[in-house]
Each structure stands twice: as structure tokens, then as C-alpha cells.
């Protein structure tokens, strides 16, 4: 655990990131610090400090994201455990000075919630908060920096107003010199082929997956196994939807080549990638790199490195093209608004810098995610759209690969590292109705739960299943068409005569659009009915309007049939959720 000295002097950023997005909001928040000549800054992942030396801090500046139903990330759990302790009192924190930033979605009914309940605890505590919490919104057109730039620009001005000691160089953060780049964080050291051809570590493969795997912020559980728990071969990949459609969305099969996999319904899967040869190959051409060249990379003097990035601090003589393909997303993934600020340093042809500036300034922020987010850029074509810029390898960030699977083939063998861990959708016991709304890709954790309940069925009495189901189109995007209506037809666990039921939205077949709230509304009477017989309602999908929307739809449908006010109908749901039978989980 770190805990450095405090001083009046320094300022503490503390993040919370479970995909990565918080570390790098609290990244940008210790570079405009450092850019306004604070004398020391600390960027630091929550689970690396020890929280019982907050109270020696005087300036703290949280950046908390949050995951599945309004939950911490894993890094924040111990840290918050710690805060709730009761022998904490009203003045344990006073004198400490904080400002918390949350990263949620409004889509979500506990929107930014272990942001919201940082902030009121550590007030709680006697801590003093500088300004309002923020409030980053995954619905905003820009993401969570749509929020972002004015709470900083708040912060500071609110900081240089009571410490002006603490930013002497405040211009420079309302003005930014865009030619002047600080130092990388991390140091590459490159050794011939020959000098690192001896070195064990190379042969050693799991070694090799463990390195990689831990430099991905994404990939960061509460367990802390290192070797993968299986090498799966995949056996299946087939495409849902129709090949003239821009969507593309795939059914996977894996096996275990050597023994069973043992899980269960709702677990998730985690893997490691690696890319297309030929991205790699262009990306390496494209920074004029040799690929057949070893290198180690360390943290830097002073640099806090979070466990997500280097391990121990360095990873040593590794083959740079493996580096580059197993922790690098050159080729699917678009790159960090940052990227683009670090490439105006780089760029030698004016009109490249002057554009990529502005794409990393305030007033170019909606520019740029119509550029790199809507158009679904990658770090290789950004690249290659900026041809003046030569960025040295150790700006270059690290990413996971997330288009890779849709590209393996079946009849090869390529044996991908996995660990399971358990998904946060808990698996229905048999005896529980189930009232399920999963629109597109929401409908594949039921899947599952219509198959085992359908296997239980043949051994014992199972409670009725409705499911609710939405797509654009029937003929383009009805994902799993055949095994719905399998289980929906004579004594399938779907079917009316089982008491349940299989109802889809096609928003895009008629004039007026439909959605999966609208067949909740139509089916009100069999969705109370279920709700008065102990029903647990799961919804999963995209978290855009959908969870809002159809929380609502439920909501109208127990003031309809139950006869209560809106206010009451939102405390029964909420009384449904504290008791384990409601449950909601969304991803972009």
C-alpha cells in the first residue's frame, strides 16, 4: 500500500476504473496539474492507497467510475469497506479538501451511485468538498468528457482561488502551450535480437499471457488468478445478422480440447486477444519500428504505475511485434482524446498540428467524436490520416482487441487463453418465474436461462418464463429466431400452456416504431400476474434509452393493474430490487 508524506503542496488523484476510462480521466486531471505548476502530483489507483492515511492529505481529487447496477469498480470495494468502519467520526477527514468525478450512465436507475455516495461520505466524515461533485454521462454525444472539461476548469479556478500556492502557473491550464509535451510515463529500452535471444522469460508462454494480460487496464478482476484457467479452441463462429447489414453481431462456441469447462449460468468470459498479423505488421511499418527487436519497458522515476499497466514496473526483453499484439488495439478499437494532443506534439506539417489541436481542445471535443467515436476510427488509420507525425513507441497506449474474435476461423487451431469469473446477472433457481426484456445482444445471458430451465424441465415443475424481445427488423436482426420459438411452441418452457410467453418488438417493420416497452404495456395483465407470484425481472442490453424506458413501462404497468400512484409504483421496484428480484445489466 502507498501512502507518501503529505504536504500542503501536493495534490492527490485517486481513481477507481474498471475498464480503464477513470484512469484515464485521473491521468488528465494530474497532467493539467502538473501543466499549472503544482509542486507535486500523485496519480494513484484506489486499491494502491492505504485509505487510513487519508486524513493525512490535504487536496484529493476522486475519480470514481461505476459498473452493473450502480456498483464500485473492484478496485474501490476495500477502500469503501474501510470508509463505512463506525469508528470513523464527523472529524476523522477535517481538514482534507476533495472533489469527486463520477463516470456512469443515466441509462442506469443508480446513475453514478458510488460516486454520489464517495462524495456524501466523505462530507459525512468532515472532509471539505471544493466544488460539486461531477457527473460524466455515457449518454452525452462527447461520453463522460462532456461533463469533464467544465468540472476541471471549475476545479481549478476554485483551487487557484483558495491555494493559489498549490498552481502558480494557472494561465497555463486556461491557456495551454500546445508545443510543449511533458515527459512519457514509461521509459522503452530496445536490445538487439542476439542480446535477448538467451533470455528464459521468452520461452516461457504463460509467463508471456500473464505480462500481457496484466498491462490491460480492461482486464482487471477480483481474483488475481495469473495462469488462464483454460486454453479454449474455438469450434463455432457464425454471424446472427444478415451479411448486407451493417451490424454484426456473432454466436461463439469454445471447448476444451483436453478436459470439460466447469461454470455456470451467467458466468462471464474473459480472454486475450491478439490481432491481425497484418494491423500489427502496418502499425510497426507505420512508427518505423523493427519488429524483430527486444525491448523492456519501465515506469519512470517518481511515476505511479497502476497494477493495470506494468507489472512490477517494468516488463523486461520482450519481442516488440509481441508486445504490439498482445496489448496494443491498433487495429478495432478508437483512440483516447489524449492521443490526439499527444500527436500535435509530433506533427511536422502545420495544418496537421493546427487540426489535431483543436480536435484535443474543448471546442473541437463534438469534431472529434464525429471523427474517431462515430466513424469508428482505429489508432492505425488516425494514424495514417496524420502522416507527418512520427510519435516515438513509448507514447503509444495500450488497449485491448476487441474485433478479433469475429475473425478467427474455426478450423484453425488457435488455442485462446480464458478465465471465468461470475457475471453479475445471478442465476435463477428453477422455482422463480422470471419476467425477462432483453432487446439485441441483451438477449444472450436468457438464452442460457431459457436452456437450463428447459434441461430442468424434464426432471421437475419449472416456473413460467415471459420474455420479451426486441430487434429492428425481423428479416436482418431477429438474433436466435428458431431457438425462441422452440421453446415457445407446445410444452416449451416459453409457451402459454406453461404459463409463459415469447413477445418481440420489430421497431423498424411498420411506420411507427415499436420497442419491448411497448409489448410490457400490451402484456400488463400477465406481467402483474407473474409479479404476484414472486417474479424476478431481468433486463439486459444497450444502455441507451432502453433501461429508462422499459423501468418505466414496468412502472405503468403496476399503477395500471395494481392501482398505485406513480411514486408508490417506483417504491415497489425499488423494494423489488433490495430484494434480489430485480435486476439490470446494460453495456454500450
Known amino acids: 500500500m502507498a501512502a507518501p508524506p503529505a504536504a500542503d503542496s501536493r495534490l492527490l488523484v485517486i481513481y477507481a476504473s474498471q475498464t480503464g476510462n477513470a484512469m484515464d480521466a485521473a491521468e488528465r486531471v ?135 500556492s498549490l498552481l502558480p502557473r494557472m494561465s497555463d491550464i486556461i491557456n495551454p502551450d500546445l508545443n510543449i509535451l511533458g515527459d512519457a510515463k514509461v521509459e522503452v529500452i530496445y536490445h538487439s535480437s542476439g542480446e535477448a535471444q538467451q533470455d528464459s522469460y521468452l520461452s516461457d508462454f504463460k509467463n508471456l499471457i500473464d505480462r500481457a494480460r496484466s498491462m490491460s487496464p480492461a482486464l482487471q478482476f477480483n481474483n488475481n488468478d495469473e495462469e488462464p484457467h483454460y486454453m479454449l479452441q474455438m469450434v463455432s463462429n457464425q454471424r446472427l445478422t444478415k451479411e448486407d447489414t451493417d451490424r454484426d453481431v456473432r454466436h461463439f462456441e469454445l471447448e476444451n480440447p483436453s478436459s470439460g469447462i466447469t461454470y455456470q449460468v451467467g458466468d462471464t468470459l474473459e480472454i486475450l486477444p491478439s490481432q491481425n498479423p497484418s494491423a500489427v505488421d502496418s502499425f510497426i511499418e507505420r512508427c518505423n519500428l523493427d519488429p524483430d527487436c527486444y525491448i523492456t519497458v519501465r515506469a519512470k522515476d517518481r511515476v505511479k504505475i497502476s497494477e493495470g499497466s506494468l507489472v512490477n514496473g517494468f516488463i523486461d526483453r520482450i519481442k516488440l511485434k509481441a508486445f504490439v499484439a498482445l496489448t496494443m488495439d491498433v487495429a478495432s478499437a478508437s483512440p483516447r482524446r489524449y492521443f490526439f494532443e499527444v500527436m500535435s506534439y509530433f506533427a511536422t506539417a502545420e495544418h496537421e498540428k493546427e487540426k489535431l489541436q483543436y480536435f484535443a481542445s474543448p471546442e473541437g471535443r463534438d469534431d472529434l467524436y464525429q471523427y474517431n467515436q462515430k466513424e469508428g476510427r482505429t489508432v492505425l488509420e ?173 412502472e405503468e404497468v403496476i399503477c395500471r393493474e395494481g392501482g398505485m400512484s406513480k411514486e408508490n409504483a417506483s417504491k415497489w421496484l425499488r423494494k423489488l430490487e433490495r430484494d434480489g428480484r430485480f435486476h439490470i445489466e446494460t453495456w454500450s
Open 30 to 164: 494530474g497532467r493539467q496539474a502538473e501543466r499549472g505548476g503544482c509542486p507535486a502530483v500523485d496519480v494513484l489507483p484506489m486499491d494502491s492507497f492505504d485509505p487510513s492515511c487519508l486524513l493525512n492529505e490535504r487536496f484529493v481529487v476522486f475519480v470514481v467510475s461505476t459498473t452493473g447496477q450502480g456498483d464500485p469498480p473492484d478496485s474501490m470495494k476495500g477502500f469503501w469497506r474501510y470508509l463505512l468502519n463506525k469508528n470513523l467520526g464527523t472529524s476523522w477527514l477535517e481538514g482534507v479538501r476533495y472533489a469527486v468525478f463520477g463516470l456512469g450512465d443515466s441509462g442506469y436507475q443508480k446513475y453514478n451511485f458510488p460516486a454520489k455516495k464517495l462524495d456524501r461520505r466523505l462530507l459525512h466524515l468532515g472532509a471539505e468538498p471544493i466544488i460539486q461533485v461531477g457527473l460524466g454521462d455515457d449518454q452525452h454525444p462527447s461520453g463522460y468528457e462532456g461533463a469533464l472539461d467544465h468540472w476541471l476548469l471549475s476545479l481549478w479556478e476554485s483551487l487557484n482561488q483558495t491555494t493559489p
Open 382 to 554: 488516425v494514424l495514417e490520416d496524420f502522416p507527418s507525425v512520427l510519435m516515438p513507441f513509448e507514447w503509444t497506449r495500450h488497449g485491448l482487441c476487441s474485433s478479433w474474435l469475429a475473425r478467427l476461423n474455426p478450423n484453425e487451431e488457435n488455442l485462446i487463453p480464458c478465465w471465468l469469473h461470475h457475471g453479475s446477472l445471478p442465476p435463477p433457481r428453477p422455482s422463480i418465474p422470471l419476467i425477462l426484456i432483453g432487446p439485441g445482444t441483451g438477449c444472450a445471458p436468457f438464452r442460457a436461462f431459457v436452456a437450463e430451465r428447459a434441461a430442468w424441465s424434464t426432471s421437475e415443475p419449472t416456473a413460467p418464463i415471459l420474455f420479451f424481445f426486441g430487434c429492428r427488423n425481423q428479416d436482418n436482426d431477429f438474433l436466435y429466431k428458431d431457438f425462441w420459438y422452440a421453446h415457445a411452441h407446445d410444452q416449451g418452457v416459453l409457451s402459454s400452456k406453461k404459463g409463459g410467453g415469447f413477445f418481440v418488438a420489430f421497431s423498424r417493420d411498420q411506420p411507427q416504431k415499436v420497442y419491448v416497452q411497448h409489448r410490457i404495456m400490451e402484456q400488463s395483465q400477465s406481467v402483474w400476474n407473474l409479479l404476484n407470484n414472486e417474479a424476478a425481472i431481468y433486463i439486459a442490453g444497450s444502455s441507451t434509452k432502453m433501461p429508462a424506458d422499459v423501468t418505466d413501462a414496468l
